[in-house]
Structure formats: structure tokens, C-alpha cells
């Protein structure tokens, strides 16, 4: 059984910060990725970012170079640290873990609760 326990939604103005955490537990032994996906209302969701215990990233055209992925091995936490964040940004944003074995193939396996986000022009 997996958990995964996530922090750091809410409720910014347009070209603020957030920062999204997500500590996993149980049994991930054979997991190595990491990663969030986001759904805004009506609309499917999607990889926001992704990252593997051995250094691969990815990233969603539409966040590279605002959006920062990293994680703490030790911990088993995941971070997304998000600036210049724009109203379209706005959604419910999922922890997940998963397999990755390239930088563009990520398989989530467990998923956590989800965060809001929600970011006003």
C-alpha cells in the first residue's frame, strides 16, 4: 500500500509563487519516478512534470521554464515549485509515483488526493 500525502495548494494573483509538496510511503521500493499531473474543470488531465530517481525530467510545454520539479530521495517527497503563475494554471494538481524510463515515458502507478490551485487574474 502506497501514501502519499500532499501539501502546499491554494490561492495565489497571477505572477505569483506556489509550492507543492508530496511525501510517499509504503511500499515504492520498485517505483522511480515521481511526478504531478493537474485537471482543470472540463478538462482532461494532464502531466504537469515528472522526475526519476536517477535524474530524468520532464517537463509540460506549457510550464517549461516556470515550473521547477525536484525531490528529496531520502525523503520521498516530491517538490514543484511554480512562479509567474497565470490564471490557466488554475486546477487540481495530483502527486503521483510511477515508473520512468526515459524522459518522456512516465507511468503513474499511485495517486494522492489532490490540491487546488487556484490563481486569479
Known amino acids: 500500500q502506497v501514501q502519499l500525502v500532499e501539501s502546499g495548494g491554494g490561492s495565489v494573483q497571477a505572477g505569483g509563487s506556489l509550492r507543492l509538496s508530496c511525501a510517499a510511503s509504503g511500499s515504492i521500493f520498485s517505483i522511480n519516478g515521481m511526478g504531478w499531473y493537474r485537471q482543470a474543470p472540463g478538462k482532461q488531465r494532464e502531466l504537469v512534470a515528472a522526475?526519476?530517481?536517477?535524474?530524468?525530467?520532464h517537463y509540460a510545454d506549457s510550464v517549461k521554464g516556470r515550473f521547477t520539479i525536484s525531490r528529496d530521495n531520502a525523503k520521498n517527497t516530491v517538490y514543484l515549485q511554480m512562479n509567474s503563475l497565470k490564471p490557466e494554471d488554475t486546477a487540481v494538481y495530483y502527486c503521483?509515483?510511477?515508473?520512468?524510463?526515459?524522459?518522456?515515458?512516465?507511468?503513474?502507478?499511485?495517486w494522492g488526493q489532490g490540491t487546488q490551485v487556484t490563481v486569479s487574474s
Open positions: 522526475i526519476s530517481s536517477g535524474g530524468y525530467i
Open positions: 503521483n509515483v510511477g515508473v520512468m524510463a526515459t524522459t518522456s515515458s512516465y507511468y503513474p502507478v499511485h
